[in-house]
């Protein structure tokens, strides 16, 4: 073996090793070192030296945790979320979105933008950059670190090459070249996926998943259009064509209206704005989701209508999620969702009524954690999930250990 080759083992060995450190301490945190030799099996000797860099490098902190002898103290790790930022873009179909967070996922500053369906591509990337370069300025002015930058965006898209190929619903980005653009634009690597998996992503490290140690579920993600992201002990499905999770185009009306994807009768032709506002009144041009639930508010009978017509369809769906994926929970978010926030308890009920009888007790449908910024702070997600994959290759970025 090559001396070279052996130090592409060495560095493999580590980083794998270091992973299985970051994780558990995610996962466990405040953890011991003693903990952590039971938890990955590794060596103590090992335990300390990973755990030594990382405290170098302040992606670590040591805390004391008293323990039932008196005078008796345990040094505890965790994550020191302070020391390091992440940077996540969510361009949306009707406007974009910029965050810095910190690791935990809190939203530490956020610019959005109204965009509209004729706006070019460049003229998005433009104002996007503007942010984020502003947002690096002012990490840098605090003597931050930036681990990296994510991008949500609608897909489908081939994530190999970085390009999206004919979003539903999204006018002017077919086959545009997103990644390779936004890192000439930026001179950084941008980490990418589509908006309904980089949600699922939030609430995989810094949501949901966390707060009910399940990490089996499905993000469903309601506005323009409507998509899902699967999590399956821990990791997010793509498919063999990556269009695993595009639950919007599970077809519910059989012959029903004419899709963007070609398809008739999905999901999204009803249950996204433009298709309840179309089922609401079809003649009425320039309608808000807003003035749509205004009318129920009022009791407008056809709003009533058209409300109960889009539950019963998402219900069926959910149930159909439900029976078909078998998640430990779903969780529903999205630009639409805060309409529905208060119908929650029904869906639940009606959901739990409809699956199977083994698994009634079992159903739980969860709001997603971070609002109208869920695809942007998944988009942040993205950068420390290639953190506690890839931890050696993520630091080398801003530091040699």
Not at 362 to 380: D, L, P
Request: glycine share 10%; proline share 4%.
């Amino acid at each position: 073996m090559s001396k070279n080759t052996n130090a592409g083992y060495l560095r493999q060995i580590k980083q794998h090793n270091m992973s299985q450190v970051l994780k558990h301490i995610w996962n466990l945190e405040p953890v011991s070192r003693i903990e952590l030799v039971d938890e990955t099996h590794l060596t103590s000797g090992t335990i300390t030296n990973l755990t030594q860099d990382l405290l170098k490098v302040s992606l670590l902190k040591e805390t004391e945790l008293t323990t039932g002898n008196v005078g008796r103290r345990r040094v505890m790790l965790r994550l020191n979320e302070q020391c390091f930022k992440l940077i996540g873009i969510d361009i949306g179909r009707s406007s974009y979105e910029v965050v810095t967070t910190n690791l935990t996922g809190h939203i530490l500053q956020s610019q959005e933008v109204a965009t509209d369906r004729n706006t070019d591509p460049y003229e998005v990337l433009e104002g996007v950059v503007r942010i984020v370069r502003e947002m690096m300025s002012q990490i840098s002015a605090q003597n931050d670190k930036l681990l990296g930058i994510g991008l949500s965006i609608p897909g489908p898209m081939n994530l190999k090459d970085g390009v999206l190929l004919v979003p539903p619903n999204f006018p002017h980005w077919e086959h545009f070249e997103i990644q390779r653009q936004l890192e000439l634009m930026l001179g950084r690597t941008i980490v990418m996926n589509d908006d309904a998996r980089t949600s699922a992503l939030a609430e995989r490290w810094f949501g949901h998943s966390r707060k009910h140690k399940e990490d089996s579920f499905v993000y469903i993600t309601m506005g323009h259009g409507i998509g899902g992201g699967v999590v399956s002990k821990g990791e997010i499905l793509m498919g063999t064509n990556g269009l695993y999770g595009q639950v919007g185009h599970i077809t519910v009306i059989p012959g029903g209206e004419l899709c963007e994807c070609g398809n008739r009768g999905c999901w999204e032709t009803v249950g996204s704005i433009p298709g309840i506002l179309r089922h609401w009144s079809p003649r009425k041009e320039g309608s808000s989701i807003e003035e749509f639930f205004q009318a129920v508010q009022a009791k407008d009978p056809g709003a009533e209508r058209c409300l109960e017509s889009t539950l019963q369809i998402m219900e069926s769906t959910l149930t159909t999620l439900f029976n078909v994926y078998d998640p430990a929970l779903i969780i529903l978010g999205g630009k639409l969702f805060p309409y529905f926030e208060s119908y929650l308890p029904r869906i639940r009920h009606h959901v739990q009524a409809s699956v199977y009888p083994s698994a009634r007790n079992n159903v739980i449908i969860e709001s997603a954690s971070f609002g109208t910024s869920q695809s942007a702070v998944g988009a942040a997600s993205l950068v420390f999930g290639e953190l506690m994959e890839r931890p050696l290759d993520v630091l080398d970025s801003e530091l040699v250990l």
